[in-house]
């Protein structure tokens, strides 16, 4: 899932958001409201991590919604 479609989905991604983050309260991911940069800069705001540590766990929190969607999208095989 590239960055905009995160952002157009970004309602429906907050839950999983609040898995990976969940110090982020709803008001601030309000606020963030799916700017990359944003929730960047709440991250390491709210959990002291570097900027770099920040870069990475978004990357990779990015890849599993990939995944994620790749799955929700196959139709169901039969057995």
């Known amino acids: ?15 999983n958001i609040k ?4 110090k982020l309260t709803d ?3 309000d606020v963030i409201a799916g ?9 390491q705001e709210v959990y002291g991590h570097t900027k770099e ?5 978004i990357l990779d929190w ?4 990939k995944e994620a969607n790749c799955f ?3 139709p169901a095989k039969a057995i």
Do not use: C, F, S, Y
């Not at 899932?1 to 839950?15: R, Y």
């Not at 700017?35 to 991250?43: D, F, S, T, Y």
């Open 27 to 29: 008001d601030q991911l």
């Open 35 to 43: 700017k990359r940069e944003q929730l960047a800069g709440k991250i």
């Open 1 to 15: 899932m590239n960055w905009d479609q995160i952002e157009g989905n970004w309602k429906q991604l907050t839950g």
């Open 53 to 57: 540590d920040v870069e990475k766990q």
């Open 19 to 22: 898995k990976q983050w969940g």
């Open 62 to 65: 990015q890849k599993t919604q």
């Open 72 to 74: 929700k999208d196959e």
